[in-house]
């Protein structure tokens, strides 16, 4: 009996061999995009090239874009025999999640295998606003006695420890729960945090979190705001303008989430001004450039979208992935469970259930 077809867009298998050669070559056979460009993509698609597929594997989310946006469009092509997207990485503003679960498609991500990467970033961020670490390290990097003295002296009035001060979290999911751990155990912080969904009364106690209803009132209270949240069409300049003026005077950001959740123009003239004293970027608004202008300001901490670039994370991106499609299909291309990281449930669930 053939095996169940999988689609594999982007790069090859780099780390997970064994697992990909014994156990998921066993389950299915794999077959991999050829059409390095959306119209050629399309045109696959539309003439069947790669029969009727039931996943679509995107081991390394550095490739495989070549199709551009997954978009009704795209998703419109798919062959009716298509369970499942999984995909490597966190971030899915590339994909209508919403669409693909309209059609009963399941979109996982590597939730969970970047967690304590992005969590010891986001710990870095903190310490570095606090304690203007980014404007002391480009002073030592001048190789000036000078300036190193000036620095010196400068860094010691105008820094603060982070015990005792509000980290406001804005979401509440894996990531950010290990922040708060984190932020609480090693940096004596207070943790409050908004998210549209509030965690069960028992989880937010064994953490050690205060819970906001509205993002506004966390913004008020919170010394320092640090954003775990998608990108999409809610999310997008979630800080903007209005909400940065509800930020404490002389506040902090960090956002190691995604670039646009942030309306970048307004950040700048809030770091200008002073409303907002410092900020952590590892993520920006027109990735891969840079804003010249934060780039020039000591009291910006940037980095270069590394939150989750460690090894340990790649590795499991890779192997998630694979894990994910096997959860979800069988071995003659039906459907026989959820993934473990989906991310559009309630789309799929509402498909499913009109199944019925």
């Given at each position: 009996m053939p095996k169940p077809i999988v689609l594999h867009i982007g790069e090859p298998i780099k780390?997970?061999?064994?697992?990909?050669?014994?156990?998921?070559?066993d389950r299915f056979d794999v077959v991999r995009n050829d059409a390095l460009d959306r119209?050629?993509?399309?045109?696959?698609?539309?003439?069947?090239?790669?029969?009727?597929?039931?996943?679509?594997?995107?081991?390394?989310?550095?490739?495989?874009?070549?199709m551009g946006q997954w978009d009704e469009e795209l998703i419109n092509l798919l062959p009716p025999s298509v369970r499942i997207f999984a995909s490597a990485g966190a971030g899915f503003n590339w994909a209508d999640v919403e669409a693909l679960g309209r059609r009963g498609i399941w979109y996982a991500n590597g939730a969970g295998a970047s967690d304590e990467a992005v969590s010891d970033t986001t710990l870095y961020m903190i310490l570095?606003?606090?304690?203007?670490?980014?404007?002391?390290?480009?002073a030592a990097r001048q190789a000036n006695p000078e300036v190193f003295t000036a620095t010196h002296k400068l860094i010691a009035t105008i820094s603060h420890n982070p015990r005792g001060?509000?980290?406001?979290?804005?979401?509440?999911g894996n990531i950010s729960k290990k922040v708060a751990m984190k932020a609480k155990a090693a940096l004596g912080m207070e943790v409050h945090y908004f998210d549209i969904l509030r965690q069960p009364l028992e989880?937010?106690?064994?953490?050690g979190v205060t819970y906001h209803d509205r993002l506004d009132d966390l913004l008020k209270v919170a010394d320092c705001v640090s954003l775990h949240t998608p990108l999409n069409q809610h999310t997008k300049h979630l800080i903007?303008?209005?909400t940065l003026k509800l930020m404490k005077p002389g506040a902090r950001l960090i956002n190691t989430a995604r670039g646009e959740v942030v309306e970048e123009d307004a950040l700048i003239e809030a770091l200008e001004t002073g409303a907002v004293s410092a900020a952590g970027l590892d993520v920006h608004y027109h990735e891969p450039q840079v804003s010249p202008r934060l780039a020039a300001m000591e009291n910006v901490?940037?980095?270069t979208h590394i939150g989750g670039g460690a090894l340990d994370t790649r590795t499991n991106f890779e192997?998630?992935?694979?894990?994910?499609?096997?959860?979800?299909?069988?071995?003659?291309?039906?459907?026989i469970g959820e993934p473990f990281s989906p991310v559009n449930k309630e789309y799929v669930r509402d498909f499913l259930d009109r199944q019925i």
């Open positions: 780390y997970n061999h064994d697992f990909y050669n014994d156990s998921f070559l119209p050629s993509f399309m045109a696959a698609l539309k003439e069947r090239r790669y029969g009727d597929f039931v996943a679509i594997f995107r081991p390394h989310f550095q490739s495989g874009g070549e570095s606003v606090f304690r203007n670490f980014t404007r002391s390290q480009l001060h509000v980290l406001g979290l804005v979401g509440l989880v937010e106690q064994d953490i903007n303008r209005d901490t940037m980095t192997l998630n992935a694979m894990k994910n499609i096997m959860r979800t299909v069988g071995t003659t291309g039906q459907l």
